[in-house]
């Protein structure tokens, strides 16, 4: 607990974790609901969906680096012709690294929410809501009313296991920024996981690994 950059692991661990959770449950119910409704093509929209979920996520944070790399990336040069400002560096500025590691985070694993919340939306009865267009409710009340009130012990329980598996989650940074640039987005998986094998420190990565079970 007197080392600087445990503190500064488990700030930038709660900042990954806390921020990439709440845009995934944001998108994943957005997205969600779109693919709920009825249209042309929407079971081939849901598989599509899943795009980014069924990639190895080695796969998918080597395509990002290409894609956002200045010298080849298509991200990058499409940024630049436009005439938008863009950061000269992504990954390797200690303003933009974590927010971009956030991005590809969210890009990766939002579908576990999309699944999840359509799975729920396809089981409320049809009849609530009839009867509520039926009392005079528009879509934004039916939707508070009835949707959400529906929605939210599965929303809790994908929270619960998002955060979990986020707090813990290793290769997503790892293959991205090891932890840098300066530190700025090291969590507390990549402190264990430095300390075991660069600096050969077993008590530490023991106790790191430790305070992340009590949390």
Do not use: C
Not at 67 to 72: I, K, N, P
């Amino acid at each position: 607990l007197t080392s600087e950059i445990f503190w500064i692991s488990l700030r930038n661990d709660l900042v990954f974790t806390v921020v990439t959770v709440i845009f995934q449950t944001i998108i994943g119910l957005l997205v969600a609901l779109l693919l709920h409704q009825n249209f042309w093509g929407r079971n081939v929209f849901r598989s599509l969906v899943l795009f980014s979920y069924v990639f190895p996520t080695t796969v998918a944070a080597l395509v990002w680096r290409f894609m956002l790399s200045e010298q080849v990336g298509i991200i990058y040069q499409t940024i630049r012709m436009s005439g938008l400002p863009i950061p000269n560096t992504w990954f390797s500025s200690t303003n933009t690294a974590m927010a971009t590691v956030i991005m590809v985070a969210v890009w990766k694993f939002f579908p576990f929410m999309v699944i999840n919340f359509l799975a729920r939306l396809q089981t409320i009865d049809e009849q609530l809501y009839e009867a509520a267009k039926v009392d005079g409710a528009n879509p934004f009340q039916a939707f508070r009313h009835i949707t959400m009130p529906s929605l939210m012990p599965v929303v809790l329980i994908v929270m619960l296991l998002r955060t979990i598996w986020t707090f813990n989650n290793w290769d997503v940074i790892a293959l991205l920024t090891k932890g840098g640039p300066l530190d700025s987005t090291r969590t507390l998986p990549l402190l264990v996981y430095d300390s075991v094998f660069s600096s050969l420190s077993l008590g530490r990565a023991a106790a790191t690994s430790f305070v992340m079970v009590l949390i």
